[in-house]
């Protein structure tokens, strides 16, 4: 963008401005005060405030088309050239350039402070607005060659883009859904609703490590036709797993799932699962 | 026509191909091009038969379908693809739920016990789905006629519900109070992570 | 490992990222194998190195970008891809740009940082436009009167822009020594109010 508003001011006022080019597109008068290399048609100044990015980016404009350095901004020919651009703007879109009027107020109260003596003192103190001016018109500077650097590179759609095959027929799958413990508890007490388990004491006495027990002996029974007695029992459980497993083995006696057998007295002592018995 | 300009235009197709997610036809290649470049028809056949030849060992594959040509993933590989797009698993039937919690809290039980309590008939999918995914499995089988297996949760079952032990499960009498036990889980259930929390507190 | 394993590891992980629609990460590459087969963390590296040689006289090659590895069409062919699609690829304005930018390098950041480094308002437009691409997102506020969110960029920028991370911007460009210019505004302002006295005795 900054191109065109080059171009535009590059070419000669004098010059019948290009009918294809929207910036030149101008049937008002020229504003012959301006100074020639910064003639901007009038009806071009809204596009003037969009084409640069606020008063640094048109600062730097400046400053770039005198070949300064930003270090040795000659302030005055700067501030002359901004001004007047400035007045020109505000004629037209006064309401926008609200930002590029703070720079100019900026820019002035430079200028009269180089026309005073130099107060040592005095300066120590303040911000020097010139090098705060400096400071920031070359921090501007960085980020907009940043975004100039962004914008160069490599981006999908434009520069490289996503490589996708056609998919091949997939096989459904069915993965397992997900149970909270609520769920399942929910579901027990529908159950339980629905049977009246609650009016039976058995069901309120009865331990869950005792029902889990069971099923452990069961379990092993499977594997072995045979256990003895003893091997039910482990003493790291400590007190509570055996009388846990004593209890289970009870249940599993009186529900018929298991038999105890003993073939002499104070022989071993076995237990064998009645199911596993019979066949 | 030169070997490397050959292999240029079939890059280029291919790059056509996996850029474009339709089938494109071999005008359509071509229209790629421009005119003064633009490949004939023959050599533009030659070149997809030469992209053929060179997805031999890679994971896709060209095919001629009838709108044109395409790049697809080899069928070979459907089942780890396949993993990349796993829907959200549904969710498992009130009549499962009540059948794992009475083969929790009352195990070991026999599929004609869960339905005595239940009242009405078990599927069998409800037990296959539940042996398959290894919460319950049969631990024995009942001496009655017909010695039908008994049912007992599984360690991966606890696992699965973060629990150490069944008797970490709120005993029957609690769950009477379950619009309690509900607001505290609602509180603490976030994440199953956080049960043994509301555990402590139903205790 | 044998070779002719390695080469179907690597035509699977061809075919995951060309189904995939997503750039992958290493884990979520191997979390498509079952777990009795899926290949540690280095082999899976050590076969993306292989497909990216083996991607060498192709259309595509394989690039690493902030959420993973993905299978993107050679730059050079872009110039015959773009004729596939009727739009023109996007540009963005430089109010945006230099937005991106501040928000990129100096995240994170405030629409009142931005505006005080820039000169100029930043339209709201603007912002909306970064979030709905889902290039830049709130990470939080400054704990300043109001409040101010705060932006940084995002994966999908990253991504977007061909890039592993915020190392891979572009170096932003020196700002010189302070004291050097200290010194030498000091040499140039005398020098001006020198020219400035001199031109007025002129007149």
Request: proline share 6%; glycine share 4%; with cysteine.
């Amino acid at each position: 963008m900054t191109d065109e508003i080059t171009e535009v001011s590059g070419s000669e006022p004098e010059q019948p401005a290009e009918p294809d080019n929207p910036l030149a597109l101008v049937s008002g008068k020229p504003l012959v005060d301006l100074p020639k290399d910064l003639y901007i048609p009038p009806d071009a100044l809204a596009v003037f405030l969009e084409t640069f990015e606020g008063p640094l980016d048109l600062l730097l404009y400046l400053i770039r088309r005198q070949n300064m350095d930003i270090l040795d901004i000659d302030v005055s020919e700067i501030t002359r050239q901004y001004m007047d651009y400035i007045s020109a703007v505000e004629a037209m879109r006064f309401e926008l350039a609200a930002e590029y009027l703070v720079m100019a107020a900026t820019l002035a109260e430079i200028k009269s402070r180089m026309l005073l003596p130099r107060q040592e003192a005095e300066d120590d103190e303040e911000v020097d607005p010139r090098a705060e001016l400096i400071r920031r018109l070359q921090q501007y500077e960085r980020y907009k060659q940043a975004a100039e650097d962004i914008d160069d590179l490599p981006r999908m759609d434009r520069d490289t883009f996503y490589g996708s095959a056609a998919l091949p027929q997939l096989p459904s799958s069915q993965p397992y859904p997900d149970v909270a413990m609520r769920e399942l508890l929910l579901a027990m007490q529908g159950v339980l609703q629905r049977a009246d388990l609650f009016t039976s004491h058995h069901v309120e006495k009865e331990k869950l490590s005792t029902r889990e027990r069971m099923s452990q002996i069961l379990s092993l029974l499977q594997g072995d036709r045979y256990l003895t007695f003893e091997s039910l029992f482990s003493p790291e459980e400590g007190r509570l797993g055996v009388v846990v497993s004593f209890l289970a083995t009870l249940e599993l006696v009186k529900e018929s799932l298991i038999e105890i057998v003993q073939a002499d007295v104070f022989a071993p002592i076995h237990i064998r699962a009645r199911a596993n018995a019979s066949d | 026509m030169k070997e490397d300009h050959l292999l240029r235009l079939r890059a280029i197709v291919e790059a056509l191909l996996l850029a474009a997610g339709k089938p494109l036809s071999v005008d359509q290649l071509r229209d790629a091009f421009a005119e003064d470049e633009r490949p004939t028809r023959q050599i533009m056949e030659h070149v997809l038969v030469m992209l053929a030849d060179a997805c031999e060992d890679r994971g896709f594959e060209l095919k001629n379908v009838a709108s044109g040509y395409r790049l697809q993933v080899r069928q070979e590989f459907a089942p780890w693809v396949r993993t990349l797009f796993e829907e959200k698993p549904q969710r498992y039937s009130r009549a499962l739920l009540e059948t794992l919690a009475l083969i929790a809290y009352r195990q070991p039980i026999t599929r004609g016990e869960i339905e005595e309590i239940r009242g009405v008939t078990v599927s069998s999918n409800i037990i296959r789905t539940l042996s398959e995914r290894e919460w319950v499995r049969v631990v024995g089988h009942r001496d009655v006629p017909g010695r039908p297996a008994m049912y007992a949760t599984t360690r991966q079952f606890l696992d699965y519900f973060n629990l150490t032990g069944l008797d970490e499960l709120p005993p029957l009498s609690e769950i009477r109070d379950l619009e309690e036990i509900g607001r505290e889980m609602e509180k603490n259930m976030q994440g199953e992570i956080e049960f043994d929390a509301s555990e402590k507190t139903l205790h």
